[in-house]
T-cell receptor
Framework: GAVVSQHPSWVICKSGTSVKIECRSL??????MFWYRQFPKQSLMLMAT?????????EQGVEKDKFLINHASLTLSTLTVTSAHPEDSSFYIC???????????FGSGTRLTVV | DQQVKQNSPSLSVQEGRISILNCDYT??????FLWYKKYPAEGPTFLIS?????DKNEDGRFTVFLNKSAKHLSLHIVPSQPGDSAVYFC???????????????FGQGTILTVHP
């Protein structure tokens, strides 16, 4: 149980275009989901907290207009990288915490490459 | 401000021996600690956790020790196997409130290599 599905697993896009990444909780409802970003050989950095039915909370230094988060249902959160640039190339991972569990379950991640 | 630190970027161990991965934290609000295993281009996989009311938690070959006074935790893997080779992240969160409430803060990770 407590499976988080993330799609796509990799995507290549041109500079200036937008890319949407989906994160779904398959067997539980998640009122809160988290979006992380990982640069090569670095730690996972929390970008934002996605709250179902309300605005996301962004960490300091994260541009909310560039990284649009929508959490329209209890099982789906999306991260849209708008007007992507090569410096946005990274590994993006979502996570959620299933009810009555202390551990966080992570999606498989999305490798974004902007060319 | 690195609230969770893993000071060893890498660790190399012989198969069958013990692997000890260390983690230090600075935020006294953290009361729940987790270890994750991660392969390149994949999401982290939960391994084991411990709450601040305990000082040890064991699950098969994995044991996590917590020293609250030193703000230090460690993951012991015994016996180590080649399949354990991966990046290991410790992570912490605060269940009681504060700015870290509900948010996982990760260490930098330690690359474990287990040689046959």
């Amino acid at each position: 149980g407590a499976v988080v599905s993330q799609h796509p697993s990799w995507v290549i896009c041109k500079s200036g275009t937008s890319v949407k990444i989906e994160c779904r909780s398959l067997d539980f409802q998640a009122t809160t989901m988290f979006w992380y970003r990982q640069f090569p050989k670095q730690s996972l950095m929390l970008m934002a907290t996605s709250n179902e039915g309300s605005k996301a909370t962004y960490e300091q230094g994260v541009e909310k207009d560039k990284f649009l988060i929508n959490h329209a249902s209890l099982t789906l959160s999306t991260l849209t990288v708008t007007s992507a640039h090569p410096e946005d190339s990274s590994f993006y991972i979502c996570s959620a915490r299933a009810p009555h569990r202390y551990g966080y379950t992570f999606g498989s991640g999305t490798r974004l490459t902007v060319v | 401000d690195q609230q969770v630190k893993q000071n060893s970027p890498s660790l190399s161990v012989q198969e069958g021996r013990i692997s000890i991965l260390n983690c230090d934290y600075t935020n006294s609000m953290f009361d729940y600690f987790l270890w994750y295993k991660k392969y390149p281009a994949e999401g982290p996989t939960f391994l084991i956790s411990i709450s601040s009311i305990k000082d040890k938690n064991e699950d098969g070959r994995f044991t996590v020790f917590l020293n609250k006074s030193a703000k230090h935790l460690s993951l012991h893997i015994v016996p180590s196997q080649p399949g354990d080779s991966a990046v290991y992240f410790c992570a912490s969160w605060a269940s009681a409130g504060g700015t870290s409430y509900g948010k996982l803060t990760f260490g930098q990770g330690t690359i474990l290599t287990v040689h046959p």
